[in-house]
């Protein structure tokens, strides 16, 4: 039986996948930290606070696909055992952090800043 050819993504951009979430944590935290104390002076700050979790968020989703794309690529193959381990850490990486992105971008509705 012939082997499969297994298409892959580049190692570099699995590595940028595995790294991009937890640096959109990080944007988001600060970032969020950064205006919230503005929610009560500019009611345009809320939709700023969403829209900087929807896109931390979907940076994040993309990125587990690209995890999940190595996954199955590389499923079946012995040989390609570490672009399993690879797939599957980028695609726990990015599941815990868009958990913490998404968690933290529900204090915009639920908590209120103003006293």
Same mark, same amino acid.
């Given at each position: 039986?012939? !082997?499969?050819? &297994? #298409?892959?993504w #580049?190692?570099?951009i699995? +590595?940028?996948?595995? =790294?991009?979430p /937890? $640096?959109?944590?990080?944007?988001? %935290?600060?970032?969020?930290?950064?205006? !919230?104390?503005?929610?009560? &002076?500019?009611?345009? =700050?809320?939709w700023v606070?969403?829209?900087? &979790? $929807?896109v931390?968020?979907? =940076?994040?989703?993309g990125? @587990?696909? /690209?995890? +999940?794309?190595v +996954?199955?690529?590389?499923?079946?193959? #012995?040989?390609?055992? #570490?672009?399993?381990?690879? @797939?599957?850490? $980028?695609?726990? *990486?990015? =599941? &815990?952090?868009? %958990?913490? *992105? $998404?968690?933290?971008?529900?204090?915009?509705?639920?908590?209120?800043?103003?006293h």
């Amino acid at each position: 039986m012939k !082997a499969r050819a &297994t #298409p892959r993504w #580049p190692l570099a951009i699995v +590595w940028l996948a595995a =790294v991009l979430p /937890i $640096v959109m944590w990080a944007v988001h %935290l600060t970032g969020s930290a950064a205006i !919230a104390h503005d929610q009560c &002076t500019h009611s345009s =700050v809320t939709w700023v606070l969403h829209g900087l &979790t $929807v896109v931390t968020g979907l =940076v994040c989703i993309g990125c @587990g696909l /690209i995890g +999940w794309s190595v +996954w199955r690529a590389a499923r079946g193959e #012995p040989a390609s055992a #570490p672009y399993q381990f690879l @797939g599957v850490l $980028v695609v726990a *990486i990015a =599941v &815990t952090n868009l %958990l913490l *992105i $998404v968690w933290e971008g529900s204090y915009t509705e639920f908590l209120t800043s103003c006293h």
